[in-house]
């Protein structure tokens, strides 16, 4: 991987680790299809008690199986494919392309010292992770 893209994918590390961003892929469907099918099984089992029954427990569990599933987006973007970390790299370089830098720590100095290029910045990850991941994000406090 050239240096530019590791500095560029550094950078992004550095200002989503900086919000302490976290995403997950949604599993909803998943969650919906357990709830279902346990409160299916519940209502023939038990009749009108056992789907009220059933309802709740694959509501737990469906609650259960979609949760604590979020990373550190530093994490994700350094776990993606070459192909998908230099599609991150266009887009950011679209962003910064008229800074100049040596080396990541450079390059993060600029960025950090601008709101207006984090923020621009901060989208464009945000909006990368939620349209082509289908990712869920979440700021820790």
Request: glycine share 12%; aromatic share 4%; hydrophobic share 45%.
């Amino acid at each position: 991987m050239p240096v530019v893209v590791e500095d560029v994918l550094k950078l992004l590390c550095s200002i989503s680790g900086s919000r302490r961003m976290k995403a997950a892929v949604k599993h909803a469907g998943r969650g919906a299809l357990v709830t279902g099918a346990v409160a299916f099984i519940g209502g023939l089992t038990g009749g009108p008690p056992g789907l009220a029954v059933g309802g709740a427990v694959g509501g737990l569990l469906g609650a259960w199986m979609t949760s604590g599933q979020f990373k550190p987006v530093p994490q994700i973007v350094m776990e993606l494919p070459p192909a998908e970390q230099q599609k991150l790299f266009n887009e950011a370089t679209a962003i910064i392309r008229n800074l100049e830098w040596t080396d990541a720590v450079q390059l993060t100095a600029l960025v950090m010292g601008s709101e207006a290029l984090q923020q621009q910045l901060l989208a464009m990850l945000t909006n990368y992770l939620t349209k082509e991941l289908r990712a869920e994000i979440q700021y820790e406090d």
